[in-house]
């Protein structure tokens, strides 16, 4: 091992292909992080008359779950839904839950990442204490992943909710934060200006402000602030996280390991982040600091709160 050039960091030891005393051999190595072996198989596009059923069962469950009136509905399928972001668990040809991930820009300290807010999770009453969206959620997870998404955001009002997307990774560390009137209806220049300006905020564009016209339209009540709606941050992609607080915190040097993440294992492990740069490294003959994806979270938006402004609820 003295003989590998500085620049590599890990060395692969491939896999135990499922034999106890080769797992037991590679193990007392002391691996700075192992990943579960999957199987990848080809997807068939969905056909247009599939597609046509997720689209419909959505709107359906909507419908049933929050009541949403067709005006709402509408607008949202005709403007803002994409299929890509539509992510159902069905029973029987059946959208019985579902959730709407919708993709923004976040700002972080005069940085942009990829993010989603979620919108619309729910699950029919006749399905409920099924977990349905603890699972889907897992599988959500890895496709944003695989999006190259690094954030998903949420906000919730019911105080019962929180422990739920706690246990999924999720952090209180957002809010929807009060409004003044003038920036608002000023028009989306006079809204971009006070976006721009904050340390960190989800991004509207001019696109979705005019969506958000027309929702005001029939819901005169739209833009009422409602503080008590309290923001939720997951990290999706650790090492991409990481890198917008390393690039704020230039004077600092620190090792964090990453544990707990059940839905992206490979976000587990040590990262070393020093002069405003962060990579992976090796955690077994260093200190550390111990975090889990929600502490992560905790301190990446520390003295900052992300907020969401503006989001459909």
Same mark, same amino acid.
């Given at each position: 091992?003295?003989?590998?050039?500085?620049?590599?960091?890990?060395?692969?030891?491939e896999?135990?292909m499922?034999?106890?005393?080769?797992?037991?051999?590679?193990?007392?190595?002391h691996?700075?992080?192992q990943?579960?072996k999957?199987?990848?198989t080809?997807?068939?596009?969905?056909?247009?008359?599939?597609?046509?059923?997720?689209?419909?069962?959505a709107?359906?469950?909507?419908?049933?779950v929050?009541?949403?009136?067709?005006?709402?509905?509408?607008? !949202?399928f005709?403007?803002? $839904?994409?299929?890509?972001g539509? #992510?159902?668990?069905?029973?029987?040809g059946q959208? %019985?839950?579902? *959730?709407?991930?919708?993709?923004?820009?976040?700002?972080?300290?005069?940085?942009q990442?990829?993010?989603?807010?979620?919108?619309?999770?729910?699950?029919?009453p006749e399905?409920?204490g099924?977990?349905?969206?603890?699972?889907?959620?897992k599988?959500?997870?890895?496709?944003?992943?695989?999006?190259?998404?690094?954030?998903?955001?949420?906000?919730i009002?019911?105080e019962?909710?929180q422990?739920?997307?706690?246990?999924?990774g999720?952090?209180q560390?957002?809010?929807?934060?009060?409004?003044?009137?003038?920036?608002?209806?000023?028009?989306?220049?006079?809204?971009d200006?006070?976006?721009?300006?904050?340390?960190?905020?989800l991004?509207q564009?001019?696109?979705?402000?005019?969506?958000?016209?027309?929702?005001?339209h !029939?819901?005169?009540?739209y $833009?009422?602030?409602?503080?008590? #709606?309290k923001?939720?941050?997951?990290?999706i992609? %650790?090492?991409? *996280?990481l890198?917008?607080?390393?690039?704020?915190?230039?004077?600092?040097?620190?090792?964090?390991?990453?544990t707990?993440d059940?839905?992206?294992?490979?976000?587990?492990?040590c990262?070393?982040?020093?002069?405003?740069?962060?990579?992976?490294?090796?955690?077994?003959?260093?200190?550390?600091?111990?975090?889990d994806?929600?502490?992560?979270?905790e301190?990446?938006?520390k003295?900052?709160?992300?907020?969401?402004?503006?989001?459909?609820?």
């Amino acid at each position: 091992m003295q003989q590998i050039p500085e620049q590599y960091t890990y060395i692969n030891l491939e896999e135990d292909m499922g034999l106890p005393g080769l797992r037991r051999a590679k193990s007392s190595y002391h691996p700075a992080y192992q990943i579960k072996k999957d199987r990848a198989t080809s997807r068939p596009e969905l056909s247009i008359r599939e597609e046509e059923c997720k689209r419909e069962g959505a709107r359906q469950l909507m419908k049933t779950v929050f009541n949403d009136r067709d005006e709402a509905l509408d607008i !949202f399928f005709s403007r803002v $839904y994409a299929p890509a972001g539509n #992510y159902c668990r069905c029973h029987e040809g059946q959208v %019985v839950s579902a *959730a709407q991930a919708l993709p923004y820009r976040l700002h972080y300290h005069g940085q942009q990442a990829d993010a989603v807010y979620l919108y619309a999770v729910g699950t029919l009453p006749e399905f409920r204490g099924q977990h349905l969206i603890s699972r889907l959620f897992k599988y959500m997870h890895r496709g944003l992943l695989c999006q190259g998404k690094v954030f998903s955001t949420l906000l919730i009002e019911q105080e019962d909710l929180q422990a739920m997307y706690e246990r999924l990774g999720y952090a209180q560390v957002g809010k929807a934060p009060l409004m003044d009137s003038e920036v608002v209806e000023n028009g989306f220049e006079t809204y971009d200006e006070w976006q721009q300006s904050r340390p960190c905020v989800l991004l509207q564009d001019e696109r979705r402000w005019e969506t958000l016209q027309a929702y005001s339209h !029939f819901d005169k009540s739209y $833009y009422l602030v409602k503080p008590h #709606y309290k923001g939720m941050v997951r990290i999706i992609n %650790v090492l991409e *996280a990481l890198r917008l607080y390393a690039t704020t915190h230039a004077d600092l040097t620190i090792t964090l390991r990453v544990t707990g993440d059940n839905h992206i294992s490979e976000n587990n492990g040590c990262y070393a982040i020093k002069h405003g740069t962060v990579s992976r490294c090796a955690c077994s003959t260093e200190s550390y600091t111990l975090l889990d994806i929600n502490t992560l979270a905790e301190l990446i938006f520390k003295g900052a709160p992300l907020e969401m402004p503006l989001m459909l609820l």
